[in-house]
């Protein structure tokens, strides 16, 4: 079974400048999530999807930040503009939806802003 | 307000010796805990997860107690070896899918 896949593994960028993050979700998995995690500390939640819908993006800077899903398979996490402070890694997990379900990560796109 | 706690940054163990790592919450409507293990350059992959109802929960070399008095908990390996040389994460849950993460311990488990 495929894992989830996530694009591009590296992107580094100037401050300013617009970047996008690509996810593919585990098949069959209704359920996608995107975390940030900042060096030294443990993920946190940005948006959660249920198919197409966005059902939690209370953490989402909403400001500079934009996510979509459309079909309700891939998804894609938008930054413009980026400050340095959003250097991190961008994480996208997946499952099957519910409460104490196993979420499955991808391993993660690290963006550096200069 | 880091509602979960990892408190030791780094631990090194022996090979073939037990690995105790640590995690503390502040939440008393957490009532779902999990363990994540994260490679380098890879993402978080999940290990062994304990309910509330429960106070401990095994899974071969890997063991989760759960002290709900405390509001502590503990991911025991026995016997460490190499391959379990990682970051690993606890996480929490109260009743939702929001799981809150600590910010990890690495472990070092020497040959």
């Known amino acids: 079974e495929a894992g989830v896949v996530q694009s591009p593994r590296y992107k580094i960028i100037e401050k300013k400048q617009p970047v996008a993050f690509w996810c593919n979700p585990i098949?069959?998995?209704?359920?996608l999530y995107w975390y940030r995690q900042n060096l030294g500390q443990g993920p946190e939640l940005l948006i959660r999807?249920?198919?197409?819908?966005?059902?939690?993006d209370s953490q989402l800077p909403k400001d500079r930040f934009s996510a979509e899903r459309l079909k309700g398979v891939d998804s894609t996490l938008k930054i413009q503009p980026a400050e340095l402070g959003d250097s991190a890694v961008y994480l996208c997990?997946?499952?099957?939806?519910?409460?104490?379900?196993?979420?499955?990560f991808g391993p993660g796109t690290r963006l550096t802003v200069l | 307000d880091q509602q979960v706690k990892q408190n030791s940054p780094s631990l090194s163990v022996q090979e073939g010796r037990i690995s105790i790592l640590n995690c503390d919450y502040t939440n008393s409507m957490f009532d779902y805990f999990l363990w994540y293990k994260k490679y380098p350059a890879e993402g978080p992959t999940f290990l062994i997860s304990i309910s509330s109802i429960k106070d401990k929960n095994e899974d071969g070399r890997f063991t989760v107690f759960l002290n709900k008095s405390a509001k502590h908990l503990s991911l025991h390996i026995v016997p460490s070896q190499p391959g379990d040389s990682a970051v690993y994460f606890c996480?929490?849950?109260?009743?939702?899918?929001?799981?809150?993460f600590g910010t990890g311990t690495r472990l070092k488990v020497l040959a």
């Open positions: 996480a929490a849950s109260g009743g939702t899918y929001k799981y809150i």
């Open positions: 997990a997946s499952g099957t939806g519910g409460n104490y379900n196993e979420q499955f």
């Open positions: 098949s069959g998995h209704n359920t």
């Open positions: 999807y249920e198919n197409e819908e966005a059902v939690d």
